[in-house]
């Protein structure tokens, strides 16, 4: 399994991002993808996960803000963020599920002015 996380930068506060993760080595489809975030000193937060068959659920406090969405062709999973705030700031990692998760190097988002 490789993950390869991208799109991540400086950012204004109320701007938007959209993350993209480049999936290989193993059957995508078969597989839920999400996106875990880590701000520094904090813990590790599941952010967005999406099924294989493309069922979403985002943390409740991001539901307005974030949404993630995968594309079997690409073998690519997405997150859009919108209206980041400096508490967005963190590393973000893009996840493959399947009986274990399997995990990405990260993407680091400075949300700041």
């Known amino acids: 399994v490789q993950l390869q996380a991208y799109g991540g930068g400086l950012v204004q506060p109320g701007g938007s991002l959209r993350l993209s993760c480049a999936a290989s080595?193993?059957?995508?489809?078969?597989?839920?993808m999400s996106w875990v975030r880590q701000a520094p000193g904090k813990e590790r937060e599941l952010v967005a996960r999406?099924?294989?068959?493309?069922?979403?659920s985002i943390l409740d406090s991001m539901k307005d803000r974030f949404d993630i969405s995968r594309d079997g062709v690409k073998n690519a999973v997405f997150l859009q963020m919108s209206s980041l705030k400096p508490e967005d700031t963190a590393v973000y990692y893009c996840?493959?599920?399947?009986?274990?998760?399997?995990w990405g190097q990260g993407t680091q988002v400075t949300v700041s002015s």
């Open positions: 080595g193993f059957t995508f489809d078969n597989y839920d």
């Open positions: 999406i099924s294989a068959s493309g069922s979403v």
């Open positions: 996840t493959a599920i399947w009986l274990k998760m399997y």
